[in-house]
């Protein structure tokens, strides 16, 4: 236990120098750098094949306006170049977060640190900053697409595109939390590699394996780090998912301040976690029940059409809606996209029953009602095999007794066609990004050591 001088001292001791110690230690090592010119041709030649078939696309599209309207720059050209970064986030960003703690375990710094006039929780919150300062630095070379899609002429929308990068900001957060607390739990920075790619790579199982299966598989599914970012993907703003994130990764960020502490006794540290994880998994829980998602996409493709969008709002009695399908069944799959998904989010009170959910594809054809999908609103109820809103709506509509909604005019979505020489991109990615990272390097290596300057201004005791 520290005495009360130490702690007010804690509490009185300037941020400022621990903040700019842990930063300059992130930008000193090789790992950050080593994982930046990974990332320049990995990034490079994902954004190079976006751009290649996005000029196709719209060649092909030249003079066809229904061809046009679907050449998005979301679907097209971000996030298939933030795929790629994607993957080398998750691959390599946890050894550069792994460092923030890892190498002071390994050296026996550790034991020092802690004895400074910092509290613990004040020490991770300066590594995560840290974390999150060496993933903007990792996010160079995505943006620098961004920056060269726009100098070519290419469209990018505000919102779209800050809601794709919010989700990789909070996945990027939640592995650099995964990975401090590996480092916090393990004895080496090698272990904690290994368990942060274990629960990463865990995830990417998880999620192909028991994503469509119903019941306690399709919760498991939904633990998955990769389901961060699949929302935000397809132009969803959700704000339960958004909190859930948050809480992960304060809880994380907390378990790894329980176990940094080397004189605490296991015992106690294990019965501290399991309050940590009890929390956590009711903020988890509360976010979960969020159902505010918002879609943010210039062609909104989430929606229905203006016109269906003002006409179901003014639906206030409840909307059963009875699905005789299975959940891997690729019309279900459809039926979520196209009408269950963006009735849940106009509509204020509705309720979708799987009733095919015990069901299996094999030796359906027999079943006469398989594939039927009933809705029930104000006492009066009709069935439908569609899986179109064209189909669904009006149906809707006679239940409810209300007329079909004249479409708006001119609120058809008239797509970005841009055909472009994408081999201009393969200098910058391959040449010009790759020696200015290595300049940086160059740089940092040379500029002298600030840990004196860190013991002066406020680290000595």
Known sequence: MRSPEVVIAARRAPLRPLLVKELWGMASGRALWTMLLIMCPIVGVSFFQAMSLYGESSAAAAGSPVLASGLSPLDGILVPTFGAFYVTVTLLFPFVAIRALGREKE????????????????????????????????????????????????????????????????????????????????????????????????????????????????????????????????????????????????????????????????????????????????????????????????????????????????????????????????????LRRNVLGKLERVLPNITIALAGSGHTIVGRSSEESYGEVEYSYGGRSDKSRSTSHREILPLLYGLAGVPVPAPVPGEDYAGYPLVMNAQVALPWFLGALPILIVLAWWWSCRAPAIHPRFVKAGGKR
């Open 107 to 334: 050296t026996g710094t550790l034991r020092l640190l802690v004895q400074l006039p910092y509290r613990v929780p004040t020490l991770i919150t300066a590594k995560m900053a840290a974390v999150a300062s060496a993933w903007l630095i990792a996010l160079i070379p995505a943006a620098s697409a961004l920056v060269l899609w726009r100098a070519l002429g290419g469209h990018l929308d505000a919102v779209e595109t800050l809601n794709l990068l919010l989700g990789h900001v909070l996945y990027g957060l939640l592995i650099g939390a995964v990975a401090l607390f590996a480092a916090a739990i393990a004895e080496s920075a090698a272990t904690a590699a290994i368990i942060t790619l274990a629960i990463t790579i865990g995830s990417w199982i998880i999620d192909f394996a028991l994503a469509g299966q119903p019941g306690l598989a399709e919760w498991l599914s939904r633990a998955s780090l990769t389901q961060t970012l699949r929302p935000f993907e397809q132009g969803l703003f959700s704000l339960g998912l958004v909190l859930g994130a948050l809480a992960a990764v304060l809880g994380l960020a907390t378990l790894a301040a329980l176990w940094l502490h080397p004189g605490v006794p296991v015992r106690a540290k294990l019965a501290r976690s399991f309050i940590c994880a009890a929390v956590t998994g009711a903020l988890l829980f509360l976010a979960a029940q969020t159902r505010t998602t918002v879609d943010v996409t210039e062609d909104r493709r989430n929606s229905f059409p203006a016109a269906d969008q003002r006409a179901l709002a003014t639906l206030r009695e409840p909307l059963v809606i009875t699905v005789n399908l299975a959940p891997e069944d690729p019309r279900y799959v459809d």
